[in-house]
């Protein structure tokens, strides 16, 4: 597959549960354990349900480009947390455990009552707005230039002004 830094949907994507995100996004995570998941997801959900992948420690540090320390630590925690579980079928391999209810820290979704009635309000905020009739131009289309910034800077702008050098006497 050919990555061009242009992401496509025929090149695959990633379609993971609503509740299991938001979970995710409202649980207080640690940076390199949040790279250990997202690994798993791609991973797993990725590849379609049938093939819900469990990642050996070698796996997970090869390919979220962490040290194998960091990546023993992170999926220790993980593990202890009960965020990631052991596949049954071979302990040295590890799975997300998508019951966020078993999880061991806190986690928005399902701790903080108010933070479903914030999602809700969000949505319904976002959703309701009218939709604007420039979505999808790209904003630099005043210009003849693709990439080049519509609005140039004044020569004798107020940025200009508080950093210009005092004059020599």
Not at 133 to 148: A, D, F, H, I, Y
Request: aromatic residues 8%; charged residues 30%; glycine residues 4%.
């Amino acid at each position: 597959m050919d990555r061009e830094g242009h992401p496509k949907e025929k090149n695959g994507y990633v379609r993971v549960f609503n509740e299991l995100l938001e979970a995710l996004i409202s649980a207080d995570i640690p940076k390199r354990a949040w790279k250990l998941i997202a690994t798993q997801i791609r991973f797993s959900f990725g590849c379609g349900p049938q093939y819900f992948t469990s990642l050996t420690l070698k796996e997970f540090s090869h390919l979220s480009r962490l040290d194998k320390g960091d990546t023993h630590r992170a999926l220790r925690w993980l593990v202890n947390t009960h965020i990631f579980e052991p596949d049954p079928d071979n302990p040295h391999r590890f799975k997300l455990n998508k019951f966020y209810h078993q999880w061991r820290i806190k986690v928005g979704l399902r701790d903080d009552p108010e933070y479903e009635k914030e999602i809700k309000a969000t949505l319904k905020k976002h959703l309701e707005e009218p939709l604007d009739k420039t979505v999808g131009e790209t904003p630099t289309n005043l210009s003849t230039n693709v990439g080049e910034t519509p609005t140039a800077i004044p020569r004798r702008s107020r940025i200009h002004l508080l950093i210009r050098t005092p004059k020599k006497r």
